[in-house]
């Protein structure tokens, strides 16, 4: 069964217009919720980690926040190489080694 | 700043041969991972490896797979036996602690012919 849900699957957005991205997890004893970038031909790229409900962590113009079922990456006026897919995944028991990926949301920004 | 480099960037190889990618963790990191991204899918948990053993596998990490870490730098994987559904990106990760994030290679394209 999925544990990770990202929506939307595809974003595109003005250069300057700020928005929202949906990680939706379906699991207990989060263990840590983590978000990467991955740009073309590349690996994943660490952003945030967020361990408990209420955390806020926040860099440039993303901020990750969480709650107990979903986390949002906010894009705070966007620029054109923000432009990637942005990956949530999830740490939680009985696996506590590996991370669990979300389908990702592509970010395109026009200038 | 520290990163997880793999080699070769791209690998072609006939169905049935055998491949070794290659991936050099970040130096003081203790745990290991490698995971695959077939084109237009999730990325994928394959295997975690610490303390020179593996820690978890999934169902995909079957005998046709195998890891090593032959030295105090390199970690590998092994596929045997190639099939065309092993077509897929494959990234190496390691991380420092338990609680600290994984970091990822910028990953081996795998293409079986």
């Known amino acids: 069964e999925d544990q990770v849900t990202q929506s939307p699957e595809a974003l595109r957005l003005q250069e300057g217009e700020s928005s929202s991205l949906n990680c939706s997890y379906t699991?207990?004893?989060?263990?840590?919720l983590f978000w990467y970038r991955q740009d073309p031909g590349k690996g994943p790229e660490f952003l945030f980690t967020?361990?408990?409900a209420g955390e806020e962590k926040e860099k440039e113009r993303l901020k990750a926040t969480l709650t107990k079922k979903e986390s949002f990456l906010h894009i705070t006026a966007p620029k054109p190489e923000d432009s990637a897919t942005y990956l949530c995944?999830?740490?939680?028991?009985?696996?506590?080694?590996?991370?669990?990926f979300g389908a990702g949301t592509t970010v395109t920004v026009r200038a | 700043e520290p990163e997880v480099t793999q080699t070769p960037s791209h690998q072609v190889t006939q169905m049935g041969q055998e491949v070794i990618l290659r991936c050099v963790p970040i130096?003081?990191?203790?745990?290991f991972y490698w995971y695959r991204q077939i084109l237009g899918q999730k990325v994928e948990f394959l295997v975690s490896?610490?303390?020179?053993?593996?820690?978890?596998k999934s169902e995909i990490f079957d005998d046709q797979f195998s890891v090593e870490r032959p030295d105090g730098s390199n970690f590998t994987l092994k596929i045997r036996s190639t099939k065309l559904e092993d077509s897929a990106m494959y990234f190496c990760?390691?991380?420092?602690?338990?609680?600290?994030?994984?970091?990822f290679g910028d990953g081996t394209r795998l293409s079986i012919l």
């Open positions: 995944a999830v740490q939680a028991p009985p696996n506590d080694y590996k991370l669990s």
């Open positions: 699991v207990s004893g989060l263990r840590g």
């Open positions: 490896f610490y303390n020179n053993e593996i820690s978890e």
């Open positions: 130096s003081n990191h203790l745990y």
């Open positions: 990760a390691s991380r420092q602690g338990s609680s600290q994030p994984q970091h």
């Open positions: 967020l361990y408990s």
